[in-house]
């Protein structure tokens, strides 16, 4: 008796949902497609917000910005939920046993009390920063359109929070995980002349209602001047004063604003490609606000690395602006 093996193909009915097979066509999609595109009610609303009742949920006028199509901008990182959890997971893996490290051997505390004294200073009150930054993401991923959108904002809001315990964690550290060295760097936050410039620019970013004006401000901006300070010349600042422990509890902010760049320059220039009225808004708003950031950065630079690490800062970021394309010729800077 002979047996004879065979093996037949099915073919299955389709390979992706219909919403992506819509726009993408009648292929198997990828992950981040899949959990990205077309997911946001956009139809058939039952009700309008009652803290907005002038809109409809996912409604296009809460911004200046038009484009056709919001899915027009992606993450080139192609972060879902999934994705980004287990790439963060591994950066904290490895942010933890530097903490750990540093905290078993007690190398903070073994800093030069004046040092320690400009860490709570100079690098701790930006905890409260970081705050700002999760408050404002987070609003932002509640009002923009298209999941894509929401996706890239929120994930930033909870790396923010994030970096706010790191940095709350450093206070610790040097106190023996009592909470006073906490209190005493919030103390510098509330009443220090030299934070509340950047105090008043954190409290006025809560406030501002036009969404992507809000991402602008903050993700490039604000982030795009204060990172390279406190994260690049501070830190250096730091080593050269006996702190470069530091470093290694920084890491991950460092990482961070790196892999950051991606998506905000991403963003930024495909919606100021969309069209000439989009670019110019997004000038206008630079010219608005840029001031502002230079302003609240300066009195502490001038504390801490001097004021040519911020004139240094300010031409990095105008030649990476001018590459995006967001300052056409005969704009200013």
């Not at 999609?29 to 009700?47: L, V």
């Not at 920084?250 to 320059?265: A, C, G, N, P, Q």
């Amino acid at each position: 008796m002979s047996i004879e093996i065979k093996t037949n193909t099915v073919e299955p009915i389709r390979h992706t949902y219909s919403n992506i097979k819509r726009r993408f066509g009648d292929k198997p999609a990828s992950r981040y497609q899949e959990a990205s595109y077309d997911i946001e009610a956009t139809t058939n609303f039952h009700y309008r917000p009652q803290w907005d009742p002038a809109r409809h949920l996912n409604d296009p006028s809460r911004s200046a910005i038009r484009m056709q199509d919001w899915h027009a901008v992606s993450d080139p990182r192609q972060f879902y939920y999934g994705a980004y959890v287990g790439n963060r997971a591994k950066m904290q893996e490895a942010t933890e046993h530097s903490y750990g490290f540093c905290d078993k051997r007690g190398l903070l505390t073994r800093l030069p009390e004046q040092v320690q004294e400009d860490l709570l200073r100079l690098l701790v009150p930006l905890r409260h920063v970081e705050m700002g930054a999760n408050m404002n993401n987070s609003g932002i991923a509640g009002d923009c359109i298209a999941g894509t959108m929401t996706q890239m904002h929120i994930y930033q809001a909870m790396d923010r929070l994030g970096m706010g315990q790191y940095l709350s964690r450093i206070a610790l550290m040097l106190d023996g995980n009592t909470g006073q060295a906490l209190d005493r760097s919030k103390g510098y936050w509330m009443d220090d002349p030299l934070w509340q410039p950047m105090r008043r620019l954190v409290e006025d970013t809560l406030v501002i209602k036009d969404w992507f004006e809000l991402t602008l401000v903050q993700n490039l901006i604000i982030d795009g001047h204060l990172y390279p300070l406190m994260y690049q010349h501070f830190e250096q600042w730091l080593a050269d004063n006996g702190a470069e422990d530091v470093s290694m509890l920084t890491e991950f902010m460092r990482d961070w604003y790196k892999e950051s760049l991606r998506w905000v320059d991403s963003m930024l220039k495909t919606v100021s490609n969309e069209s000439s009225a989009n670019a110019e808004q997004i000038q206008a708003w630079l010219q608005q606000w840029q001031p502002r950031v230079m302003e609240a950065l300066t009195p502490i630079a001038e504390a801490s690395v001097g004021i040519e690490a911020l004139n240094e800062v300010s031409d990095q970021f105008a030649a990476r602006v001018k590459k995006i394309g967001l300052i056409r010729e005969g704009a200013a800077a």
